[in-house]
């Protein structure tokens, strides 16, 4: 499984998004610049330029036609996937720190971090796909502050008005967007910060990685932790591969705290579990640093890592990983 080592950020990954189709890889980091890439040979396609602070969140609609990232410069941006344009323009009281289309790509949440005096909030937007997409609403549709812990990590869920929401004390709670309700609470999902969230295809279910070192499987509907994978250290983000019960995960020291420890122990691989067993089956090195942000292909032929070194690392998965029986002799039926 030889990676293709996508070099063209400066500085650290924040987050990487693969489109619906699979074809296009986005990545973002900590040198202002959001890149996309073709998935299948690594060839860089175009860069998005106009934030002018670290960009923490990207995430691409259903029909890869629009583009949307949140950065340190207190901006929200929506971008033309195709020619790199940037639309439009949100600007806040502080960094948005994490940005989701719903699945239908008529709204998009965000959340703006509590600094400076400033609430920590919870923004939907309504995005209007009318048009070359420059005349969108300037005031949100829906603005709540989420009391308590402030939220990391957020996702719609398979409701079309219901959030779920990950905190820095490592509750993952459901809001209704409408009323700014917290419908369902978990306040022990984690015992330390939610690093990471992300949905199934069907939105039923979504998996959480912590600085806790653990990553767990949770309901939508409940919240109810389903499976737990626990590591010898911090995650800072968790994926699921489609089609095999397998999750990825991926984390490691601080990068101040590295260097006093030797690669082994700075533990830098993405691992592979068993998402039914709770079992580790595997582990791929590669980046120099703790891996930031992992994402795999919707359909599940690659997976890609972006890491503090500013690698994005692709993995396409050889035979071998699709011949494997994850049950044994146990066929599964769908």
């Known amino acids: 499984m030889r990676p293709i ?11 990487i998004r693969f489109n619906n189709e699979g074809d296009l890889l986005f990545s973002c980091s900590k040198d202002h610049v959001i890149n996309v890439w073709f998935s299948h040979n690594g060839e860089r396609l175009g860069t998005y330029d106009g934030h002018n602070g670290t960009v923490w ?15 340190a410069d207190n901006t929200l941006r929506l971008w033309n996937v195709s020619n790199g344009k940037c639309l439009y323009v949100w600007e806040f009281p502080t960094a948005v720190k994490r940005v989701a289309f719903s699945d239908d790509d008529e709204k998009v949440v965000c959340i703006t971090e509590q600094r400076m005096g400033h609430q920590g909030a919870v923004r ?10 420059t005349d969108q609403p300037h005031e949100p549709e829906h603005m709540f502050h989420p009391v308590g812990s402030k939220a990391t990590v957020c996702a719609f869920t398979y409701k079309p008005n219901l959030i779920v929401t990950g905190h820095e004390s490592g ?7 409408i009323s700014g309700t917290e419908v369902l609470n978990n306040e022990r999902a984690h015992m330390d910060q939610v690093t990471d969230l ?18 767990r499987l949770h309901d939508t509907k409940t919240l109810r932790v389903l499976k737990t994978y626990s590591t010898e250290t911090p995650l800072n983000s968790a994926a699921l591969a489609p089609n095999k019960p397998y999750i990825l995960i991926g984390g490691g020291q601080e990068a101040m705290q590295v260097t006093t420890t030797s690669l082994r122990q700075g533990k830098f691989e993405t691992r592979f579990w068993h998402k039914i067993f709770e079992e580790e089956i595997g582990r791929v090195k590669g ?48």
């Open 198 to 215: 992300q949905l199934s295809l069907d939105r039923t279910y979504f998996i959480t990685s912590s600085k806790d070192k653990t990553a």
């Open 287 to 334: 980046h120099f640093g703790p891996i930031n942000t992992i994402a795999v292909h919707p359909a599940g032929t690659c997976y890609a890592s972006g890491g503090e070194d500013g690698f994005v690392r692709v993995h396409h998965f050889d035979e071998s990983y699709f011949k494997a029986k994850p049950y044994g002799d146990l066929e599964i039926e769908d």
């Open 171 to 177: 509750k993952v709670a459901l809001f209704d967007v």
């Open 57 to 71: 969140t990207i995430d691409v609609d259903s029909q890869s036609k629009y583009l949307v990232s949140g950065a």
């Open 124 to 133: 939907v937007f309504k995005i209007n796909r009318d048009g070359d997409g």
């Open 5 to 15: 080592l996508l070099q063209g950020h400066e500085r650290s990954l924040t987050q």
